[in-house]
């Protein structure tokens, strides 16, 4: 009986200088309720990207719910080589664009249309972000994105598309990204683009595999990277893989993205297989997109 | 002996008792602030502040996670975690401080109490020593504390560039609210 009560009584002991302990220091001990809180919650990693597109091509970002984002490009004729020169006043006397929209329906689904004027080209499509990178509880190393593409060419020629379907070209696309550190992001994009009419004499199915990346120099502007590499099996001849390099310059709620590219294509289904146009022979274009986001929904909410 | 026992027994566990009394907590304080410019106004909530506070000594401690803060525009979360905050180098934002007359409270007793509470505010890495008003009110066992200043974005080193020196204010008003709950080991 004496030996429990002791025991007992040493027990309640040590409970009391451990709660004493405790309240000598309470910043010890918001340390260890936050720290406790981390693991508990699941924060996922923002602007792993400026904007939606890295330079041709998506880019693992979204836009956020309720967010509509123009987007206006321009791609110039070649610096160098036959169409270039000092005489087309360095490709800027000739200049094709894509006008497009993207809207998140949701944080993690965006959809968006837009149209070239290269192939006077209809392109729709949908972003759905199937992981998300994130630490805490549910951490996961990569962002990863579905984003099927439909672009319709609306070009008149009887004699080629004789029926609605050879307007009709399809791209399937992962993207899995990863924000690295603050300034690094990296990304890869497998790919297939199906044609169903091509003219080029290229195969129906082109596999390409994409990296890119951008670093940031500054808070507000970055340099991005990216490259579209065909599989040689599933080339479209003549072709070269679609190679860019440019800046992002962010300014409130523009975002100015100039770059080199040697694509004039602006929807998948162009720049992947049909870049005509090759580094080695200097016939590289200058090229912007502009972005703009206009809040249209009430109020964002983190989660969907 | 059993007595004497017992006595002790029961006096450690009155100790212990108060020692778990005099410390309240919450997880889900509310930490507003509000930005008038010309142009547009900005408000932000972060529904997760964590603070502790130790009535006997009269001390606050609060965790500020800069990434929770929620804006009506999405743009406008980014730009501040990005661009001004640079939450991923300076993820918290912090204070701690003492209530300067404890003596006045009776933490006990149901009440309203007026307190002035000084100490270091530390946001975007810049520490800064700050006395601000606030209230206290004891009700049922729980305590609230709520309290409005304002900091000048300046202080604690926050460049606006000239391009939105009319959509950002130059101080911001902040608004602190918490309820706290006696703190129970998990």
Not at chain 2, 160 to 185: G, Q, R
Request: positive net charge; hydrophobic residues 40%.
């Amino acid at each position: 009986m004496k030996k429990k009560l002791i025991s007992i009584v040493i027990s309640v002991f040590i409970t009391t200088v451990s709660f004493a302990q405790d309240t000598t220091d309470i910043s010890k001990l918001l340390e260890a309720q936050l720290k406790a809180e981390d693991q508990n919650k699941t924060r996922y990693i923002t602007a792993t990207f400026k904007t939606t597109r890295l330079i041709n091509g998506h880019s693992v970002e979204n836009t956020a719910k309720g967010v509509l984002d123009l987007k206006i490009d321009h791609r110039f004729d070649p610096i160098g080589g036959s169409s270039g020169g000092a005489y087309n006043f360095f490709g800027l006397d000739h200049a094709t664009m894509r006008l497009g929209f993207d809207y998140g329906l949701t944080n993690r689904l965006m959809i968006g249309i837009g149209r070239s004027a290269e192939g006077k080209i209809f392109d729709g499509f949908f972003k759905l972000k199937i992981l998300r990178q994130a630490t805490g509880k549910n951490a996961m190393p990569v962002t990863v994105s579905y984003v099927p593409t439909i672009a319709v060419i609306s070009f008149r020629n009887a004699a080629i598309y004789s029926n609605f379907s050879r307007r009709l070209n399809f791209t399937n696309q992962l993207i899995i990204g990863r924000k690295f550190t603050e300034g690094l992001s990296l990304q890869t994009m497998p790919t297939i683009v199906h044609r169903n009419y091509p003219v080029d004499n290229g195969p129906q199915n082109v596999f390409a595999i994409g990296v890119g990346g951008r670093q940031k120099l500054s808070k507000r502007t970055s340099f991005n990277v990216e490259y579209y590499y065909q599989l040689p099996a599933y080339k479209v001849p003549g072709t070269y893989n679609s190679f860019s390099v440019g800046f992002d310059i962010e300014t409130g709620s523009h975002v100015f993205q100039v770059h080199l590219t040697n694509s004039t294509g602006m929807t998948e289904s162009s720049f992947i297989p049909q870049t005509i146009h090759s580094w080695g022979k200097g016939e590289f274009s200058l090229g912007f997109n502009i972005s703009r986001v206009f809040t249209i929904g009430k109020k964002h909410n983190k989660t969907w | 002996m059993k007595k004497i026992t017992a006595a002790i027994f029961i006096a450690f566990l009155i100790i212990s008792i108060n020692a778990i009394a005099q410390t309240f907590f919450t997880r889900n304080g509310r930490i507003t602030f509000f930005s008038k410019a010309p142009i547009e106004n900005i408000e932000a909530n972060n529904n997760e502040v964590t603070s502790i506070l130790d009535t006997q000594k009269g001390e606050f401690v609060f965790a500020v996670l800069i990434k929770s803060f929620k804006f009506q525009k999405a743009l406008m979360e980014e730009h501040f975690n990005e661009n001004y905050m640079e939450s991923n180098t300076f993820p918290k934002a912090n204070f701690k401080g003492t209530i300067t007359d404890l003596s006045k409270i009776n933490f006990s007793k149901e009440g309203y109490y007026p307190v002035t509470v000084k100490g270091d505010l530390t946001i975007h890495g810049v520490t800064k020593t700050i006395e601000v008003p606030g209230t206290i009110t004891v009700s049922q066992g729980k305590i609230n504390a709520h309290s409005e200043f304002s900091v000048k974005v300046k202080d604690y080193n926050i460049k606006i560039p000239a391009i939105v020196i009319n959509n950002i204010a130059e101080t911001l008003d902040i608004t602190v609210d918490c309820k706290y709950e006696p703190y129970k080991k998990n």
